[in-house]
T-cell receptor
Framework: DAGITQSPRYKITETGRQVTLMCHQTWSHSYMFWYRQDLGHGLRLIYYSAAADITDKGEVPDGYVVSRSKTENFPLTLESATRSQTSVYFC????????????FGDGTRLSIL | EDQVTQSPEALRLQEGESSSLNCSYTVSGLRGLFWYRQDPGKGPEFLFTLYSAGEEKEKERLKATLTKKESFLHITAPKPEDSATYLCAVSTSGTYKYIFGTGTRLKVLA
């Protein structure tokens, strides 16, 4: 089915470990985004990508790494997880131009112990 | 600095009791204003896009309007299934980023 899928849906890990969150979209959208959602802060942009091999920092990029070797995939890696990175992570995509709405996956709930 | 503020933070309505949610924005060069619905454990679901002051969009019991400073999401005769968090976001010229408000949590009681 067409859409945007995130995996895993839930993840528990320990501080210091590396963890990768996956995002896959089937619309061939150019733009993809990673957000974290925390109570009281709303959605905050971590990284975004305008096309394959083009990425840029958002509001809260520290501690995160992204790559985009294929248009449809946009993985987010926490290189050395910290408790402050416990959050719900959402991936989104949109076609050309930011006058179009974003379409979101159902999120990954990440807990770091 | 570009900013989006939503009010109220939370709203409880009786079934059938109409009301409005507010999204105030301060941005330079608005390209679009977007309304989303978010259910617990789910990602935001797109509802409406508004592009210019005076524009209105409707879908079932929801109607979104836009002025130069704010947008309203009017809910007419709400039902319990309208309970959700409603998010507002804007996009601006010169960047591909979107700025989100913190949302309004709506609870409709039967």
């Amino acid at each position: 089915d067409a859409g945007i899928t995130q995996s895993p849906r839930y993840k528990i890990t320990e501080t210091g470990r590396q963890v990768t969150l996956m995002c896959h979209q089937t619309w061939s959208h150019s733009y993809m985004f990673w957000y974290r959602q925390d109570l009281g802060h709303g959605l905050r942009l971590i990284y975004y990508s305008a096309a394959a091999d083009i990425t840029d920092k958002g509001e809260v990029p520290d501690g995160y790494v992204v790559s985009r070797s294929k248009t449809e995939n946009f993985p987010l890696t926490l290189e050395s997880a910290t408790r402050s990175q416990t959050s719900v992570y959402f991936c989104a995509s949109t076609g050309q131009g930011n006058n179009q709405p974003q379409h979101f996956g159902d999120g990954t709930r990440l807990s770091i112990l | 600095e570009d900013q989006v503020t939503q009010s109220p933070e939370a709203l409880r309505l009786q079934e059938g009791e109409s009301s409005s949610l507010n999204c105030s924005y301060t941005v330079s060069g608005l390209r679009g204003l977007f309304w989303y619905r978010q259910d617990p454990g789910k990602g935001p679901e797109f509802l409406f896009t508004l592009y210019s002051a005076g524009e209105e969009k409707e879908k079932e019991r929801l109607k979104a309007t836009l002025t130069k400073k704010e947008s309203f999401l009017h809910i007419t005769a709400p039902k319990p299934e309208d309970s959700a968090t409603y998010l507002c976001a804007v996009s601006t010229s010169g960047t591909y980023k979107y700025i989100f408000g913190t949302g309004t949590r709506l609870k409709v009681l039967a």
